[in-house]
């Protein structure tokens, strides 16, 4: 994994969090 994509789908991740 690069760290562009690890990034990304961090905020991927915090975004669906905070959906909730």
């Known amino acids: ?3 562009e994509r ?3 789908m ?3 991740v915090f975004g ?3 959906a909730q």
């Open 1 to 3: 994994l690069s760290v």
């Open 6 to 8: 690890l990034s990304s």
């Open 10 to 12: 961090k905020k991927y």
């Open 16 to 18: 669906l969090g905070s």
